[in-house]
DNA sequence: GATGAATGAGAGTTCATTCAT
DNA sequence: CATGAATGAACTCTCATTCAT
């Protein structure tokens, strides 16, 4: 996680970057404890070990802290994930499929509080009018599109069989976030072992029948 | 949705009744529109168009009302779905698997609002120790294991190939919420269709393997 | 204790009397039990058996109910008093101190509660502009003034010794009122072998002193 | 009334001391003026010109409140009295039962609204349960244990009489306590007169007798 | 940079009282 | 006579935010 630079473009300095990783740190252990509506600034600053204050001095108030967390989670995520999925794609579109699910699962296993974390945040976090800041139709799309693109090229190459790409990235998708929420509540739920049947599971899906 | 009884067996009268249904209609319109954060007792009153006191004189506290809806979006759920299943068990698993999606479905789409705001509802209640009073580990296993019997049962009868009926059930399941979320948020997703492919899809998951 | 009369003189149906009773003795249970705080209407119907409005039936208010209890508690000791008092006056001023000391301390053994619940209510029913409506200066003149007079009334008979018979009257008033506190908090606390004490040590007090 | 430490053992800052005697004393006047059941944080704080908040941010809830100005009283008060109980005994028994009614009087006439607001608090705060916080039978023996075995002491040494020491000492304590009442609810009533008188009457009861 | 203090709004809840039935 | 339903005010408490130091 490389330091964010300002919006005004000014860089921070590496004092104010620790700072604002502590209290993100802390937020996402309050969050992941008590809950999105009882994580308050007061409960995260004694958390973190230091005034209240503080936070409002760092971040631009609630909102942007937890804007924060959110975003540092996808882009952690995002830099995790894509050299894996660069790597495989090199060896065809099921390999990439299968490097898609293991690591998306891999990185909810190594970051639980963490994803439990934005996700209370993104179904909690909302605008004056009422409507959801995070978790938008868009932000499906942005995930969505991709994978069921990847999936029909994979069809227009001969490495899977007939379905519907767009349907099927959507339940790949669920069936993550399933395995996050499971992850998040169920301590002995076992992700890896899970893994391996999901992979053998949509194998068997993107399969060429050739009956 | 039948008049349930009062914890101390007396039954109730007919307008309070009503006047719970009316309360219970408001907390999920202003839960599903705004989100649980901001469904205040006072929203929630304002939105019956009755006054803030009504609503703890009805109900025992802002829990046992949230525990209310809760508890009828499942009972209608159960009560819509019951017979279809029942009736299409007679057909078989593979038929009553059809019945499963396809009622899960139909209901989640006959009932959005109600299924948003339950599901905010259910990720937002705590106890007092932080514990999400809802959406236990338990509650994942009442859905889960008679899903997977279900489709082991399925097995065990020849209707349906290999494949592990845990693993499945949970995939069903996360199709199923990943829907719900998708029918809440999106208003042009359209269930209906999405449905016939999410059979067909299981369909082909489920099949004999003849090769 | 004989049922009074209405403000307007007209007079009450047995069967409200008996109400009026039954909600008096349930006011005297939840503050003697619960203090006046915690004594709403809603728990003194609910202890009584009764609903909520019938307390405001018959009483004009939190106000006069509590009114009623008082004066029940003060016509019930003075009825038993009094007959004992006139009694023991024919047998001279220092049987009537005697009568008086035992008969208060017999009274207030033998209603603990109630004594217990009047003492709570006294020090907390109030009037609009804050002051105590009971227990005024007013209410302690009518019980030092007289006690004081008999006191007087026996040293001028020769029966007792020197003393300033208002000061003595107002130390024994506060015996009295200590017994009652004991009376009520401390179960153990033996009020006849107390009295017993209390009699000895204010016969020496007022005893002729022929050093 | 030094500034006490905080329960995890840190120093207050000297403001965050004023502000708390601050709050403590519009507590007292509002709870001496219109008793315990309407002092309301946000009349106390009305009294003192801050926002309700502020009694919030100062102390734990409203109970702490309450606890610290009972405290707060006994403490003061132990501190008044201590030095002159001390220097007495020095003089013997008699002159220690002289020093502790002159003191005890000397300091009800001195924090008459103080004690008046600790007496309605003491008897109406109250735990979850319905018991009373303060004012325990634990409370009372801790002020008539010592006292009874001065009595005795003094009994022993030869300056005091016969009589039983317990008794007396109860005796003692509540014509303390009733004249705490008198000079609270009777701006009229003499306590420098009346503390002459009782401590005659006192010596009286002690008193040696040789005939 | 960081802190503690203060604010004011809004939360859930309880309550005495009123009133139609 | 009695009830249950409803009101609206008042309560304690929590919170995000602001600001002087």
Redesign the interface.
């Known amino acids: 996680m490389r330091p964010e630079n300002k919006p005004d473009g000014q860089q921070r300095s590496f004092i104010e970057e620790a700072r604002r990783r502590q209290i993100i740190a802390a937020t996402v252990e309050v969050v992941s404890?008590?809950?999105?509506?009882?994580a308050s600034l007061a409960r995260i600053a004694e958390r973190a070990g230091i005034s209240k204050g503080v936070i409002s001095y760092h971040f631009d108030g609630k909102d942007e802290l937890m804007s924060q967390v959110v975003t540092q989670l996808y882009v952690s995520g995002s830099e995790f994930m894509a050299p894996i999925l660069t790597a495989a794609i090199a060896d065809g579109y099921r390999a990439a499929l299968h490097a898609y699910l293991s690591s998306n699962l891999q990185f909810i296993d190594d970051n639980k509080s963490y994803v439990a974390a934005v996700g209370?945040i993104v179904?909690?976090v909302?605008g004056p009018d009422?409507t959801?800041r995070f978790?938008?139709?868009d932000g499906?799309r942005e995930i969505i599109a991709p994978l069921a693109a990847a999936l029909a090229e994979g069809q227009r190459t001969g490495e899977f069989g007939d379905?519907?790409p767009s349907?099927?990235a959507?339940?790949i998708?669920?069936?993550i976030?399933?395995v996050a929420v499971?992850a998040v509540?169920?301590p002995d739920f076992d992700v890896r072992r899970?893994r391996t049947?999901?992979i053998r599971?949509y194998d068997?899906?993107t399969r060429k029948d050739?009956?």
């Open positions: 404890e008590l809950g999105y509506a009882n209370d179904l909690n909302r009422g959801l978790d938008t139709a499906e379905f519907d349907v099927l959507r339940l998708r669920d069936s976030d399933g499971r509540r169920d899970y049947h999901l599971m068997a899906v050739d009956r």
